[in-house]
């Protein structure tokens, strides 16, 4: 096991994704370790971070960490806003 995906190559699901442009090619697990190579990289700097999940009966989740925990909840919105609007 690594602490550092800078290096991890792309899954088949994440040349799929990259290719089709479907979230449904991606499994949760590839959308995490690719932010974390996009970080570990040093690509991006995240001050803030809200992570959404559900389980299979359906129940959500959570976790969020940062700088500013108010700023989660603008975090949030801003990327709803974005998927519904496909910005």
Do not use: W
């Not at 040349?15 to 190579?37: C, V």
């Not at 389980?55 to 519904?84: F, K, M, P």
Request: net charge negative.
């Amino acid at each position: 096991m690594t602490d550092d995906f800078s290096d991890a190559p792309m899954s088949i699901g994440e040349i799929r994704a990259a290719k089709s442009n479907l979230i449904r090619d991606l499994t949760p697990r590839d959308a995490l370790i690719d932010l974390l190579r996009d970080i570990d990289a040093g690509k991006v700097k995240i001050t803030n971070i809200f992570i959404a999940h559900d389980d299979e009966d359906g129940d959500a989740h959570y976790s969020c960490a940062g700088e500013r925990g108010h700023a989660v909840v603008g975090i949030a919105y801003c990327a709803l806003t974005r998927y519904v609007t496909g910005q």
